[in-house]
Antibody
Framework: EVQLVQSGAEVKKPGESLKISCKGSGYSFNIYWIGWVRQMPGKGLEWMGIIYPGDSDTRYSPSFQGQVTISADKSITTAHLQWSSLKASDTAMYYC???????????????WGQGTMVTVSS | EIVLTQSPGTLSLSPGERATLSCRASQIVSSNYLAWYQQKPGQAPRLLIYDASTRATGIPDRFSGSGSGTDFTLTISRLEPEDFAVYYCQQYGGSPYTFGQGAKLEIK
């Protein structure tokens, strides 16, 4: 079964760092783009960026460029989303999701993780 | 950046009725690379339609997508109780691959 399994909920303080994960299984992890999507409480979906695990080619939304880092570790078939200094406004559900077609950068997301809730509060 | 505007924001209908949701882009979506997703409370989104009109695997044929250029439509021919949810369009013709703000389909 193709699936993405995300790490558990996090509660952090402003200024702290954080790295959340998304483990892919049941498919060739290296050759499908994986992306991250933010959903703030009660709000819509926001596309953050995508990464191609095969060569770590990464594309960011301008809204998130410099605010987060997207990475992937092929050896453990896991993508990551990290922050160096969290803000209260980073409080949201974060989903990872996989592109449908192998190797295709412009594509829809067909497989989604279950989401990781990040709460940032002093 | 392409801005997607969905309308109406909320649609109130009864089971068995036809639902029509609109997604308008601020500029032409290259190759009609537009998708529709369904999201229910507490769940991750689910892909319904991609490339504007192709149903994703396992999606019932009461869901259909149409449109091109800047105007796209998701139609649900006969609403089932499980179809009441929030729907999002997304363009992936040009980075960043933006989402619409969402449209809530609620039971009348």
């Amino acid at each position: 079964e193709v699936q993405l399994v995300q790490s558990g909920a996090e509660v952090k303080k402003p200024g702290e760092s954080l790295k959340i994960s998304c483990k892919g299984s049941g498919y060739s992890f290296n050759i499908y783009w994986i992306g991250w999507v933010r959903q703030m409480p009660g709000k819509g979906l926001e596309w953050m960026g995508i990464i191609y695990p095969g060569d770590s080619d990464t594309r960011y939304s301008p809204s998130f460029q410099g605010q987060v880092t997207i990475s992937a570790d092929k050896s453990i078939t896991t993508a990551h989303l990290q922050w160096s200094s969290l803000k209260a406004s980073d409080t949201a559900m974060y989903y990872c999701a996989r592109h449908q077609k192998r190797g295709v950068g412009r594509d829809a997301f067909d497989i989604w993780g279950q989401g990781t809730m990040v709460t940032v509060s002093s | 950046e392409i801005v997607l505007t969905q309308s109406p924001g909320t649609l109130s209908l009864s089971p068995g009725e036809r639902a029509t949701l609109s997604c308008r882009a601020s500029q032409i979506v290259s190759s009609n690379y537009l998708a529709w997703y369904q999201q229910k409370p507490g769940q991750a989104p689910r892909l319904l339609i991609y490339d504007a009109s192709t149903r994703a695997t396992g999606i019932p044929d009461r869901f259909s997508g149409s449109g091109s250029g800047t105007d796209f439509t998701l139609t649900i021919s006969r609403l089932e109780p499980e179809d009441f949810a929030v729907y999002y369009c997304q363009q992936y013709g040009g980075s960043p691959y933006t989402f619409g703000q969402g449209a809530k389909l609620e039971i009348k």
